[in-house]
């Protein structure tokens, strides 16, 4: 999309590491999108979800409005991510593909490639080393998704 083409040059500029990329425009959405917990009901059954668009022009946002905002900025420059799904505690982020340091522990194997945690939710997130309150980002997602290649959603233990 046009629209977001140029926001993503604007945001990357010159930059050529996909991984520093990668971590530019998660900058770019924990820092300059609001995280909206009142657009979401907590039982899991309800949750406002907006378009990119949508929530660069509000600058609010659920978890998955945020994920799908990252991914679409990754989509711009062609950053292979995956769609990582969390049901315990219903929560949806987002795994990138690149050279990050793992010290946070949240470093997975998705189809043969290290994919690290790129979390939309938390406020400055540094890919590979900040490390989350939750308890449950200490395991690996329970269902992936890459939305580039298929719709399909798999349970993590048959790729």
């Known amino acids: 999309e046009r629209s977001l083409t140029q926001l993503v040059n604007d945001i990357v500029g010159p930059e050529t590491d996909t991984s520093r990329k990668a971590q530019l425009l998660l900058d770019f959405v924990t820092r300059q999108i609001a995280y909206d917990t009142t657009e979401d009901d907590w039982s899991g059954q309800h949750q406002v979800m907006k378009r990119p668009n949508e929530v660069l022009m509000t ?4 978890c998955g409005g945020l994920v799908t905002l990252y991914a679409s900025l990754l ?5 292979n991510y995956w769609l990582v799904y969390y049901p315990s505690n219903k929560h949806i982020a987002v795994a990138v593909e690149g050279k990050f340091s793992n010290t946070n522990g949240y470093q997975y194997m998705i189809d043969g490639k290290a994919c690290s945690l790129a979390e939309t939710t938390g406020r400055g997130f540094v890919i590979g080393k900040t490390r989350l309150l939750d308890s449950e980002f200490e395991k690996s997602p329970e269902l992936y998704q890459q939305p580039t290649r298929s719709q399909l959603i798999y349970p993590k233990t048959t790729k």
Request: proline share 0%; charged share 20%.
């Open 75 to 79: 989509e711009q420059v062609g950053i």
């Open 59 to 62: 600058k609010t946002a659920t």
